[in-house]
């Protein structure tokens, strides 16, 4: 059946495959399975290689590049300047009066103290409100990469740690033990942190999608703002569901409640406020005005509820908080059931979440700056400064986006800035606290409010749609299931559809049928370049995903698809009919065993139509399983071509000078081509 | 800072770039959402385009048609020989021959009648051993488009009915609830088939690989092995756990009870089934020998024990089975709880792993013979077949591996042969079924494990092992979660592990350095071709995977990771100093916002250190969502090339005719390529 040269066409046939006479794809030389396997570990959990540095270096020099990588304060303050510190400075002390508002709004969404000195518990009843502004920064200043972050509590994660623990101690039954757990989540969490930090699983948080993210901070902002209706309007009573129904139900079922002096305070406030930032954001000059109105907002609040007292008028205020610095709560964790079990859920849950929000804000700002961030020594230094937190009395803290922004806005350069805080955090503590005990709750219901409404990124929201619609989906999934339900739930949604993009891109890859770029040897997708001709006679697909068991017999109907809707399209022509197809398989990243068993089918199926299969350029991971599998000799390494264009020319030599033996085809289907 | 041509090279620059003169990379034309969406939507869930054929023909044809659809038989049946009868006839009673003592062992395995028959139950103690040989195939016969599948009940799917619903009901107390709920079971288990199928939900069979299918039904079939052990050696009590630790444990705390009779039958009839079997395989001629030695075996055992009346010494019997057709059992159908709940996770669990095991049987034979099986429509047939056999006594059917493979091998040519077997069953059933009375349970036995055997196929083990390494540990999970904890775990181990090395394949993509092939204008990755060039002043990379978040920060590190390697390379020999970044598109399949983000950051760092960052090939999807992301316009449509070569051809280009320009760039790292 034909001669030599129809059967075995070699590379160098045809003169359109002149440009690479003596290329064949070449099976990649056997590597040891040690190595690549190393190789993947390495890949897989050090992709930064931070043992790089340490090549060729004295014993000495790796002791202080092992301390400097675990502090990275080791690192920068040999360099540090006086100019540096004029810039920390002033961005630290804004930044403290931004912390201390914000650490008593966010603890009283934990139903932590200032709540606690309120109902004047005898024991604990000190002022964690700004502990946690204290001494996790101090931690993080040695620990930390990132020169922007400013550690503080976040309004999420003080939501869930309440409702997560409320869900096992009643706060108003047992205040004391749901401290000492809410100190026992905060150390696991910490050491939650660490170790995913160091067991190098930093990548876990890049699952956390951009677009997870803007659903996800949307929707907590939304759920935190309905939270507030309880302080705006001077409800003693309120739901602990979060999600919209609820709060709603809980909102509407009491308007008897609702305290009207309260409720105009609060947006006189709010007003305020969001007054306030418009004009820092309209001019960058006044950006002070946004850092400074919460502070001048509780001065302004706890005054006039001095002057008028106001808090026999249904306004409700703090109360007394006791002066002092951090005392130890070492002793206080609670390492045993029943209770242990809760701590640990609440604190992997609130750990995982603070790391996110933590890692992205860090991540951002080292974007503008363009600086390294190392994902897994972030987590082990906010896991350590958890874990030191909740020995001194703090409760899980992180990087809030507001307070980092701000820090970054006026100018920080180190992580000086939160040193300055801390210790103006603590000066404020132990000489001035007395100040708030007039400081009215729905003043800081109106702070927590305008700082949720600018984590509501509507603007990115639409630019998902716009440029992705999956996005937008995974976006508005995480919105609503956050909203509606709960901020587990959205996350967990959110997560689970960006994973089935993922496995749906693989499961349901783009088959697409290329063509000839004019007066080029180019091939490319038909859809994409619309000027492209199609060959004669051939049939060339690419796929665009690697081969594997979730596509395999996916792929096997779309190939035979296109073959159909080809001989279909030729059938109303006068074209050659349908003598080769070429599959291009740049684009297949890896191959397996589901997949070569799919390509084998392929093969029989089209041959026993009197087609030939040919390969055009599989890469060095199909190459070696293709080779291992003996599917090279089963298609005939002949029929494995280094580019689209040398396959193409070198079917069209066999075309054109065997047109008589292909012509045979019709009598004998099956035997023509069984190389 | 340079002229125009240094800063803004067009593709006719560089007369390596000569071959595609005048093509700019597309962006492809704009398609409506709603366009795009359907198309998904079809790829997703209509991949094999069933609507096709019925385009453009009358109403009349569209009936016949959407009939043949749905009933197959419609379409082959006009075509039927008394030929194709002639081979379906031999097959059907050959098939029926191992029908009936299989049906037997494995209603028996399920705690079904035979057993019942034992006890003496005074309802329902009908033979439903060999109904599930009768109805269902019938069904099948009309329905299923597979020719070579026979209809039967499974060991698998018969260890899990009894293990999942004894969890709930125990057998020895209430035989009839249990007998009812096992209808119901099936009854679900059809429907919930059916349901997948009419919702094109085919593809989720896709996720059980040829791996976790080779390593289940080895550790399936070790486990069923180890169950006989029971009527081996005689045992009256054994354990209900499945794993291989609580069943060793169960058989060597009570060596007292072994019973050396039926020890010694059993390893007899093993040893003449094994021998027969091997006589099979070495000549195909003798495939009888193999397909009537458990018939033989069930008589010759049942005449040894009516002689000896052995069943008085150790020797168990099934005792008397009662004649009969299949009785209507719509009414015994339980839908009320409590109970029902446990027949819906029965009827999900034993539906998905029978359907998993049938469809696989359907396409390993339609490969051997190249005919079409279409998922969808095997799901709605194997369902259709186990509801109207939960309605008529019978319980879990699907297509057996073994008995598929005699029929097969004995000559099938179309679903008759299933017809041919289900009446000679109800013939044998109808007039020979108190032959039965003296079968020993030892034969039962024998012959499970010699059916079972041949299913640990170590060969494709080891053939996995040498292909693909994840693979064969996705195998060897399957295989040790099924042996030492359960199926389920096993298979939810095994699917586990597969889906997470789709992500990741997509969250640690391949990358690799490009490299000029000698004497030709391709690039390839330097690994797989040890005899390529670098060019100097140029890195060539390729990702091979979509940007996705799961990847993006990883590629945003490996990517400066090669720049660092790259450039240190460098310093130690007198190459012309980095200038260039290359990144090759081509098999990048699409990109999410995060990617787009970490583009634009790779961009920043790049730029930053004095590079400029070039893209060539992307495809389609990536350049619409780079155009609606505004990216290109960031990076500049003119640094991007339709191939590799055409890249290094201007950038080549550049390098020599604007040396001056760069080498301007060690004083102003920052002005000379921010276009």
Not at 30 to 56: A, G, H, I, M, W
């Amino acid at each position: 059946m034909g001669n030599n040269d129809c059967e075995y066409p070699s590379a160098n046939v045809g003169s359109s495959a002149a440009t690479a006479k003596h290329h064949r794809v070449a099976i990649p030389p056997p590597q040891p399975f040690v190595k690549t396997f190393q190789y993947s570990l390495k890949e897989t959990f050090f992709p930064d290689d931070p043992f790089r540095q340490f090549k060729n270096q004295s014993p000495w020099r790796r002791l202080v590049l092992g301390l400097q990588y675990l502090l990275p304060i080791l690192e920068w303050a040999p360099r540090y300047t006086l100019d540096f510190f004029k810039s920390d400075l002033v961005s630290g002390i804004t930044i403290a009066s931004l912390a201390i508002p914000q650490g008593i709004s966010y603890a009283k969404l934990a139903n932590l103290p200032p709540i606690l000195g309120l109902c004047e518990c005898s024991d604990n009843n000190e002022s964690h409100i700004a502990h946690s502004s204290f001494i996790p920064p101090l931690v993080y200043a040695m620990m930390g990469s990132s020169r922007d972050l400013a550690v503080g509590t976040v309004a999420v994660g003080s939501l869930l740690t309440a409702s997560m623990l409320g869900q096992e101690v009643n706060f108003n039954e047992n205040p004391s033990l749901y401290l000492h757990l809410a100190f026992t989540a905060t150390f696991f969490a910490g050491v939650f942190q660490a170790s995913l930090g160091f067991l190098r699983l930093g990548f876990i948080v890049d699952f956390l999608s951009h677009a997870t993210i803007v659903g996800f901070m949307a929707g907590a902002a939304t759920v935190v703002c309905l939270q507030q209706l309880k302080g705006i309007l001077g409800l003693d009573h309120f739901t602990h569901s979060t999600d919209v129904v609820s709060v709603m139900r809980s909102v509407f079922t009491q308007t008897h409640e609702w305290k009207w002096e309260s409720g105009v305070l609060g947006c006189c406030f709010l007003f305020f406020l969001l007054i306030t930032r418009y004009f820092s954001k309209r001019r960058p000059k006044f950006f002070w005005t946004s850092a400074m109105a919460p502070l001048t907002s509780v001065i302004l609040g706890s005054l006039l509820v001095y002057l008028t007292h106001a808090e026999k008028h249904g306004v409700q205020v703090i109360g007394t908080l006791k002066k002092g610095l951090n005392p130890l709560s070492i002793t206080d964790l609670v390492f045993v059931p029943p209770h242990v079990t809760i701590a640990i859920k609440t604190g992997i849950v609130t750990g995982i979440i603070a790391l996110a929000e933590g890692i992205a804000v860090g991540r951002s700002f080292s974007m503008f700056k363009n600086y390294h961030i190392d994902g897994n020594k972030e987590m082990i230094a906010i896991g350590m400064m958890n874990v030191v937190g909740s020995c001194t009395s703090c409760y899980l803290t992180t990087g809030p986006f507001s307070r980092s922004a701000v820090n970054y806005n006026a100018g920080c350069k180190t992580a000086v800035s939160n040193v300055v805080m801390a210790i103006a955090v603590m000066l404020t503590l132990l000489f001035l606290t007395p100040l708030f005990h007039y400081t009215p709750l729905v003043v800081l219901s109106a702070i927590i409010i305008s700082a949720m409404l600018g984590l509501i990124d509507y603007e990115a929201a639409i630019h998902l749609w716009k440029v992705d619609k999956f996005d937008f989906i995974i976006c508005m999934s995480a919105y609503f299931g956050v909203v509606f339900s709960s901020v587990e739930v959205g996350l967990v949604i959110a997560v689970a559809i960006s994973v089935l993009r993922v496995l749906l891109f693989v499961a349901r890859p783009r088959t697409f049928v290329l063509g000839n770029l004019p007066d080029s040897m180019i091939y490319r997708n038909v859809e994409q370049y619309t000027n492209t001709n199609n060959v004669p006679g051939l049939l060339l697909l690419e796929i665009d995903a690697p081969i594997y068991f979730a596509n395999s017999n996916y792929l096997r109907e779309r190939i035979s698809r296109w073959i159909d809707e080809e001989e279909d399209r030729i059938k109303s022509t006068v074209e050659t009919s349908l003598q080769y197809v070429i599959l291009n398989m740049s684009a297949v990243g890896n191959i397996d065993t589901s997949g070569i068993s799919m390509l084998d089918e392929v093969k029989k199926t089209i041959e026993r139509r009197g087609l030939k299969l040919v390969l055009a350029n599989p890469g060095s991971e199909v190459m070696k399983k293709l080779n291992k599998s003996d599917f090279i000799n089963k298609i005939g390494q002949e029929w494995i071509y280094l580019t689209v264009a040398e396959a193409v020319g070198a079917c069209n030599f066999m075309l054109h000078t065997c047109k008589s033996n292909s012509n045979a085809k019709d009598e004998s289907t099956d035997s023509t081509w069984n190389v």
